[in-house]
């Protein structure tokens, strides 16, 4: 019987190869590790998530998330607007508006503050811009001042231009697709024209 020779080949020539492909070897372990622990921050941009959570409101938006303390320091008197909402159907038809005129006139930033979760905890710094808007805010039957969404805070100087709620406290069944027919959101879109040409002139 013929006898069949295997030639023995080393995997590696010599120590400095497999040295070599070791230190590749542990380098790409150790990358695959650091890049398991990253963070990655998949957060959209405030417009895009404004956008999601009102459809109708354009993604090129100029809405910006806001707290309680963002709101109040308004309130006291700092430059800027606050929509005080919440997500229903009056707040997505009003924040359009609202998008709409701040983009025609030059407005970039508008904060928004949903603020019901710190009504309903009592929250200490809702209650101190219910306090300070004292004079804008709705009082119910019971003398009980409170803040109703949609509600438009526009502050420049120390001074209040406007404090809108035209739709924050409704009592008839009307919807809000019905209620902002072209006439009703002709004359807002004059309003809040006005309001916001004078608050960029301040």
């Given amino acids: 019987m013929e006898k069949i020779y295997v030639k023995n080949?080393?995997?590696?020539?010599?120590?400095?190869q497999l040295a070599i492909y070791l230190i590749i070897f542990i380098l790409l372990i150790g990358a695959f590790i650091y890049l398991g622990t990253l963070d990655y921050d998949e957060t959209l941009p405030?417009?895009?998530?404004?956008?999601?959570?009102?459809?109708?409101?354009?993604?090129?938006?100029?809405?910006?998330?806001?707290?309680a303390t963002d709101a109040l320091m308004v309130a006291n008197g700092a430059k800027g607007i606050v929509l005080f909402g919440t997500k229903n159907e009056w707040v997505n038809?009003?924040?359009n508006?609202?998008?709409?005129?701040?983009?025609?006139?030059?407005?970039?930033?508008?904060y928004y503050y949903d603020f019901v979760s710190n009504?309903?905890?009592?929250?200490?710094?809702?209650?101190?811009?219910?306090?300070?808007?004292?004079?804008?805010?709705?009082?119910?039957?019971?003398?009980?001042?409170?803040?109703y969404a949609p509600s438009l805070l526009v502050v420049s100087k120390d001074?209040?231009?406007?404090f809108d709620t035209e739709t924050s406290f409704r009592i008839s069944n009307i919807e809000p697709s019905?209620?902002?027919?072209?006439?009703?959101?002709?004359?807002?879109?004059?309003?809040?024209?006005?309001?916001?040409?004078?608050?960029?002139?301040s």
């Fill in 9 to 16: 080949e080393r995997l590696f020539k010599n120590k400095l």
């Fill in 46 to 67: 405030d417009n895009e998530l404004f956008a999601q959570e009102f459809s109708l409101v354009s993604e090129d938006n100029v809405f910006k998330y806001a707290n």
């Fill in 93 to 95: 038809y009003y924040a």
């Fill in 97 to 110: 508006i609202v998008n709409k005129v701040a983009k025609q006139v030059g407005i970039d930033n508008i």
């Fill in 119 to 147: 009504r309903q905890d009592n929250n200490g710094t809702y209650e101190k811009i219910v306090e300070v808007l004292g004079d804008y805010v709705i009082y119910d039957d019971y003398n009980k001042a409170e803040i």
């Fill in 159 to 162: 001074e209040v231009l406007l």
């Fill in 178 to 201: 019905e209620y902002w027919n072209s006439y009703n959101e002709e004359q807002k879109i004059k309003e809040l024209s006005k309001v916001f040409q004078e608050y960029l002139e």
